[in-house]
């Protein structure tokens, strides 16, 4: 049977930022897949270029709000890149600890109120209390204790003000972080408790399951960590992160407000299941116990498992975050003198693996330490032509369908990536006259 259809999804739902889906089919044959972003572009490098290095992290972490802290460190990581400045052992914990709050966040948030109604066959986590009261109880719990790990390291839970470049304002007190501790520690208790829900789920559909080449940070250290100088690939393929131009190949597409990136001329993901991919045999713990019941068989290539791995990762970031406090109560915590900054020309580049991704900052400073070049590659931008793929995947699998169920699918591939859109939209150079 020959199918014709055009499908418009104006508004995609439950995501951060503006964007809608436009697919045709042609006799049979489908003829475009457009993931269209409405936003309007977002000047963020235009903003910082003529700054000093001391205000450039502050204005750029406002281009998101959930994922503020890792725009934060990420941008003041760059800078002291570029002046050659090392960060002491207690800011470095203090660094990830501060990431690993991002990450309980963003991810409690995404998988149950704005994932995981799609699976339980509601429209929203509002509707969805009604039957699991309990789970959405617990969820907003862990989101709230994300933003509590933000406000203990970062003086916030949105827009950190205590980082700083080479260090921070302020340090926790001991008992603040043996509170921390012990939230956390009921937190990782109620997390354990969700994956019984999850796995009656299983196994997801795997409509939009297609062949897939993934990147992240290699670790620093061998284990699951977000940080690394390394850029690794599904290919075998690895570039230091300053050569991060070589993977992430921007274009501008005439439907999208956002550019796309091509890695070898073709698409690529960044995010949960692709750091699960490449990196799953440094799990530990938990994380690691979740990973073998929920997702056993990697590597995976169904975008619906990125939530499966964004649950394996919020349990392995709570449990990284005891551990760090650990380290800092053994350590003894203690208020350390700001850096000496002493500016340079130079170009550094900060990278950081964030909530949907890895995430680049790249800086060039002159010798007065203003900044005269950035740019700035998110994890959504670098996600988008992959997005693309699954989709027109999900098309091809599911067109004889009716266009309900197809609608429902293709929002259910397009939330499975946990967009943050408004970060995507952006343009590196503007022209004057």
Known sequence: MKVNKNIAIDHLGRVEGHGGIHVEIENGHVS?????????????EELIIGKRYDEVAGIICRVCAICSADHLLASQMATEKAFGLKVSRQTYLLRGLLLHGSMIESHALHIFALALPDLLGFNSVISMASKYPKEVSIALGLKKLGNTVQETIGGRAIHSINPIIGGFGLVPTKDQLIQLKSELEKGLENALLTVDLYEKLLPLPDFADSPTVYTALEPQEPRYSYLGDVIQTSTGDRFAVEDYRKVCHERVVSHSTAKQSLFSNKPFMTGALARINLNHKHLQGKAKETQQRLLPELPSTNILHNNTAQLIELIHSIERSIILIDYLLEEGI?????VVVKPRAGRGVGALEA?????YHSYEYNEDGILVDADVITPTAQNLANAEKDLRTAVENLMTEEKEKLHLSLEMVARAYDPCISCAVHLVTIEKK
């Not at 203690?334 to 700001?338: L, R, W």
């Not at 909530?355 to 995430?359: A, D, F, K, Q, V």
């Open 32 to 44: 475009k897949v457009n993931m269209d972003i409405y936003e309007g572009s977002r000047f963020y």
């Open 334 to 338: 203690h208020p350390e003198p700001p």
């Open 355 to 359: 909530p949907r991704g890895t995430l």
